[in-house]
């Protein structure tokens, strides 16, 4: 039966011989968690948001449905009681529904302006890590170069 060969030792001394600078992994994982923690505060901001407009919403509503539980004296104030409740109910909805709209607009904004800020960060550590590398492969190709002229 054949034996395989065992690549191990290949795959060590390839990957020991090319220039990787292991703080840039970390680098991009710190940026990448400080990312996520912004992200993670705009959501969070927002949900509390909108979680107080749908409170006062309900409220709100609460409140005006319990005029429509009081009794009435004649049959056409209960006809002007849901009228006005849903007059009310429709102008609630309205302003409600435009602070729901605001609070995306924040989210939309402050998101854009995190993932501009991110790709900036991005842009230049590439950039600068792109160039180290260059260098490093330079002066590993010229030395290489260097070792094989002498012989």
């Known amino acids: 039966m054949a034996k395989t060969q065992d690549f191990t030792k290949m795959m060590q001394d390839m990957m020991a011989s090319m220039p990787i600078d292991a703080s840039k992994f970390q680098d991009a994982f710190k940026s990448q968690a400080a990312l996520g923690e912004k992200m993670a505060k705009v959501a969070l901001d927002a949900a509390?948001?909108?979680t107080e407009i749908s409170s006062k919403w309900a409220?709100?509503?609460l409140s005006k449905v319990g005029s429509l539980a009081t009794k009435k004296e004649e049959?056409?104030?209960?006809a002007k009681?849901?009228?006005?409740?849903a007059s009310a109910s429709a102008e609630?909805?309205?302003?409600?529904?435009a602070a729901f709209a605001e609070?995306?607009?924040?989210?939309?904004?402050e998101t854009v302006e995190l993932m501009l800020a991110a790709g900036k960060d991005f842009s230049e550590d590439a950039t600068?890590?792109?160039k180290k590398a260059t260098e490093e492969v330079t002066a590993a190709a010229k030395k290489a170069t260097s070792a094989a002229t002498s012989k």
């Open 48 to 50: 509390e948001k909108s």
């Open 59 to 61: 409220k709100d509503t």
């Open 75 to 78: 049959p056409a104030d209960y």
């Open 81 to 85: 009681a849901v009228s006005d409740f």
């Open 92 to 97: 609630m909805a309205a302003e409600n529904l």
């Open 103 to 109: 609070v995306a607009k924040k989210v939309q904004m």
């Open 128 to 130: 600068a890590a792109v």
